[in-house]
């Protein structure tokens, strides 16, 4: 990162983001992509890019962008969303095509859906690409645009060995999270076609997200991309063991399957989701409390077997 030959990106003249973008877009066979803060911004500005004010995004219930971006789709889009109660975070095309609004002067127009792949509060689930397929028919059938919040789509790619251009073909806009997994310290990517991204480069500017020097960033990003993708499926696997040790445990309800690096488990019996936390929290094991009753734990590439085996032993004395 410090080695980084850096530019001012708000005039497109920083070397290192140029060249994470460009990798970025290649790697999934799309024209263009953006360098954002975040993966907040990069999902509110494509939702900003592809609708209007007034118009309605058919997503899952549990999706980050209807529930963890702060009412950012109606903030600063203007839009209503269409919930759906999907399956562990991911909807299917039935349930899509059956909340498309009728072209009625009452009605919102329906312009986006947006899925989430991984699902995180899914506990990792991952969709399957014929579903995606599928939910992409019945997109171009009525004429809506089709977001995937990708913050984790290099887990469900490497469990599922999947070739991301498999999504570029899918998707107007794909978010890819560089932190979270992939381990750089922050920053997001937003993918499509080069027009499009040329309307959320100006988008980017007025949410505040044109940054200056931000190769030293990009590079820590293009360190994880090159690096950081292949070893997914070790949190993977550690998140296995985890679950292998919790569910002996009295205090283990229902688990989510685990089918990539999260886990989500009911908490019972001696124990509720804050105290479980907080009595993890004092060996310095963090976990997060997602409701009263449930508890999430995420592995990443900073997490070591030696971390993970020593949870292990907490956990069994717990
Ligand atoms: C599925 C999903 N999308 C988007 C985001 C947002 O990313 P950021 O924290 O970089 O804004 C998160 C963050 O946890 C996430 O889990």
């Not at 127009?109 to 939910?135: F, P």
């Not at 890819?176 to 500017?205: H, Q, W």
Request: proline share 3%.
């Amino acid at each position: 990162m410090f080695r980084a030959e850096v530019g001012d990106d708000v005039f497109g003249e920083d070397p290192t983001v140029n060249r994470l973008e460009a990798l970025a877009a290649d790697m999934f066979g799309m024209e263009a992509s953006l360098f954002c803060p975040s993966g907040t911004m990069t999902n509110q500005i494509a939702i900003k890019c592809h609708t209007r004010p007034g118009d309605e995004v058919i997503c899952d219930n549990q999706s980050h962008v209807y529930i963890y971006e702060g009412g950012g789709i109606a903030f600063n889009s203007g839009c209503q969303v269409r919930p759906i109660e999907g399956d562990r975070g991911r909807i299917n095309a039935k349930q899509v095509k059956d909340s498309i609004n009728p072209d009625d002067l009452h009605k919102a127009i329906t312009r986006l859906v947006s899925v989430e792949n991984t699902a995180n509060r899914g506990g990792g689930s991952c969709y399957q690409l014929t579903e995606l397929q599928n939910i992409k028919e019945v997109c171009l059938e009525n004429n809506l645009l089709f977001h995937l919040d990708g913050a984790r789509i290099f887990n469900a790619i490497v469990e599922n060995k999947e070739d991301p251009k498999d999504y570029g073909l899918l998707f107007d806009s794909i978010s890819v999270c560089l932190s979270k997994g992939l381990g750089a310290p922050v920053g997001s990517v937003l993918l499509g076609k080069r027009e499009f991204i040329g309307k959320a480069r100006r988008v980017r500017k007025v949410f505040g997200g044109g940054m200056r020097q931000a190769g030293y960033l990009a590079a820590a990003g293009i360190f994880a991309l090159q690096n950081n993708i292949e070893r997914l499926h070790i949190d993977h696997l550690y998140a296995k063991q985890m679950a292998e040790a919790l569910l002996k445990k009295s205090f283990t309800g229902k688990m989510m399957p685990v089918e990539t690096n999260i886990i989500i488990f009911e908490v019972k019996e001696n124990y509720t989701a804050k105290s479980l936390a907080e009595a993890l929290k004092t060996h310095d094991i963090l976990v997060i409390a997602i409701s009263p009753t449930q508890v999430r734990m995420v592995f990443h590439l900073d997490i070591t077997e030696k971390m993970v085996m020593e949870t292990i032993r907490v956990i069994e004395v717990l």
